[in-house]
């Protein structure tokens, strides 16, 4: 059964949204500096939880901002491979109202093919501590 996607990694809180067959299941997990390493598995887990696999993921919506620069950048990544791998859809929106918009573009069978994060102010890159 197909499954709607939808992701929020701004912030060191992971918030993940699963629809599947008109239901919503929804996960947080706190994630903080293991994102990287624990993405991927979350979503698959998560996935897991409700019979579904990463093939089931008919559509992808995605928070790209403003919000936490890694972060961002993290989830935009393993989401848009996701989508890219299975030629699904996938769509970024900012503000309060992402997954509404997100959910209404997917419906209306828009695909932005590639997300790109939204920042609100430049990046500030500091020196390594090393």
């Not at 499954?3 to 060191?12: A, Y």
């Not at 579904?52 to 919000?67: E, N």
């Amino acid at each position: 059964m197909a499954v709607k996607l939808f992701l929020d990694t701004t912030s060191p809180v992971c918030r993940l949204w699963l629809i599947k067959g008109g239901v919503e299941h929804y996960f947080e997990r706190e994630v903080g500096r293991d994102l990287a390493r624990t993405l991927l598995g979350i979503i698959v887990g998560e996935l897991e939880g409700i019979d579904a696999d990463i093939q089931d993921v008919s559509m992808i919506g995605v928070l790209r901002g403003p919000g936490s620069f890694t972060g961002i950048r993290i989830g935009l990544s393993v989401l848009n491979t996701i989508a890219s791998e299975n030629q699904i859809p996938i769509v970024g929106a900012i503000g309060d109202g992402w997954r509404e918009e997100c959910l209404s573009r997917l419906e209306s069978g828009e695909n932005d093919n590639l997300v790109m994060p939204f920042y609100d102010r430049p990046v500030n890159i500091t020196t390594p501590r090393k």
